[in-house]
């Protein structure tokens, strides 16, 4: 997340991250990113979950996690029925990803 200079508007922030998920600030709306349908960020650090970039007005990027959303996906989920397969790894103690295999 970059501070913008005095006066100007933040066009994106990450404004809480709860056992559940995180809420995301973007041009002047809320959204709720559960950990089921964004499992990327569970278990994340609190900074590189709040590394994050507005690019091109609608594009959400997370350098550190390598995660991209447009605004869209936030906006209209039933446009992208494909979910994530990764889960996070309960055996785990480095706190990392694994992906789920069928």
Not at 56 to 82: A, F, Q, R, S, T
Not at 87 to 96: C, E, I, L
Request: zero cysteines; charged letters at 25%; glycine letters at 4%.
């Amino acid at each position: 997340m970059k501070s913008l200079k005095r006066g100007k508007r933040i066009l994106v922030s990450v404004e809480n991250i709860t056992p559940f998920g995180i809420w995301l600030f973007v041009k002047e709306r809320e959204y709720f990113l559960s950990y089921n349908d964004f499992p990327y960020f569970k278990d994340q650090t609190l900074n590189s979950i709040q590394n994050v970039e507005l690019l091109h007005g609608y594009h959400l990027y997370w350098p550190e996690l390598d995660v991209d959303l447009e605004i869209d996906n936030l906006e209209n989920p039933e446009k992208y029925p494909l979910k994530s397969r990764i889960k996070a790894n309960p055996t785990s103690h480095s706190g990392g990803l694994a992906v789920a295999r069928r």
